[in-house]
C-alpha cells in the first residue's frame, strides 16, 4: 500500500491546524468581545460561512483568489516565483478554511462560557483585559478550546472537496487520504481503497474519543 497519501494528509492537517488554532481562538476573543450586536452578527455569519458552504464552492472561490489568474495567486508567481495552486500548500490553506469554523465556533462558545463573575472580580482588581485573557479566560475555557482544536484536525484530515478544485489530485504531491479513496474506488481497486478507509476510520475513532475526554474534562 503506497502510504504517501497517509503522510501527505498528516502534514496537510498538523499544518492546517497550526494556522486554525490561533487564527480561531483570535477571532473567536474578538467576537465574543464586540459590543454591537448587528455587527457581530454579520462577522459571526462571515466567519461561519465555509461551515454550511459546499467544499466545492469554497474550493472554486480559493482557486478564483490564490489559482494562476487569481489577484493573490499572480502577485505570489509576480513577485516570488511561488505557484499556490496545485501545491502542496494548496491542500493546507484548503484544509484550513474548511476547518477553521468549527475551531472558531467551539472556542467562541467556550469563552462565551466563562463566568462573568470571575471577569468583573479581575477587573475591580485592575487587572488589564489582555491579562485578563490569558489568566481567566483562556485557562478556564481550555476544555472547550482543545476539542474544537481535536475537531478542526480530523476535519482538515478529512477534507475533499476544496482540496480537489484548489490543489488537484497529484499522486506523491497533493493526493490526501480521502483524494486517494476516491481514485482507487474510481479505478475499480477497491482492496487499495478499503485499505485507506480503515486507516481514516482509525483517526475518526480516536478524535471522538479525544472529544469525549475533553468533554469530560469541560464538566
Known sequence: MDLTPVLISCKTASAS???TFFLGLLAAAWVAGMRNRFWKMMLD?????PLVLPPTVAGFFLLY?????????????NLFGIKIAF??????????????????RSARGALEQVDPELIYAARTLGMSETRIFWKISLPTALPGIAGGAVLAFARGL??????AMIAGNIAGR???????????TAA???????RYVLIIVLFSFM?????????GKKQ
Open 17 to 19: 491546524i497550526a494556522a
Open 45 to 49: 455569519g462571515l466567519l461561519t460561512l
Open 65 to 77: 483568489i490564490f489559482g494562476l489568474r487569481g489577484p493573490i495567486g499572480i502577485f505570489f508567481i
Open 87 to 104: 501545491s502542496w500548500g494548496a491542500t493546507v490553506l484548503a484544509a484550513t478554511l474548511i476547518s477553521f469554523p468549527l475551531m472558531y
Open 158 to 163: 478529512g477534507e475533499f472537496g476544496a482540496t
Open 174 to 184: 497533493t493526493r490526501t487520504l480521502p483524494l486517494a479513496i476516491y481514485s482507487e
Open 188 to 194: 475499480g481497486n477497491m482492496n487499495e481503497a478499503g
Open 207 to 215: 478524535v471522538v474519543a479525544l472529544m469525549n475526554y475533553f468533554s
